[in-house]
């Protein structure tokens, strides 16, 4: 059970200071997430303090590979809309 950072990450350092378990280090392109440290904040939050605090869509994903904040969920822009504008691809 661990979250990961995805290459959508723009390396804003938000995440970092808010990991209950020190999980989230710098790395290339991008920062990534200790498996053996993340717990997803289970017992320590309600919620992934990652994913509350990351301004970015997509940016961590669960181990379903499903974004914590999915397309739209920040942005408020209806999905079909996104799609529509070229930012996301149609589900096939």
């Not at 869509?57 to 590979?65: G, R, T």
């Not at 904040?69 to 930012?87: F, R, W, Y």
Request: net charge negative; with cysteine; aromatic share 4%.
């Amino acid at each position: 059970m661990a979250l990961q950072i995805t290459k959508a990450c723009v390396n804003c350092w938000a995440c970092v200071e808010v990991c209950p378990n020190e999980a989230i280090y710098q790395d290339i392109p991008h920062f990534l997430i200790d498996d053996q440290k993340c717990t997803e904040c289970v017992g320590d939050h309600a919620e992934a303090q990652c994913a509350a605090i990351c301004p970015i869509e997509c940016a961590i994903v669960n181990e379903l590979d499903e974004p914590l904040n999915p397309p739209g969920s920040l942005t408020g822009i209806p999905l079909k809309k996104m799609i529509e504008l070229g930012l996301l691809k149609e589900a096939a």
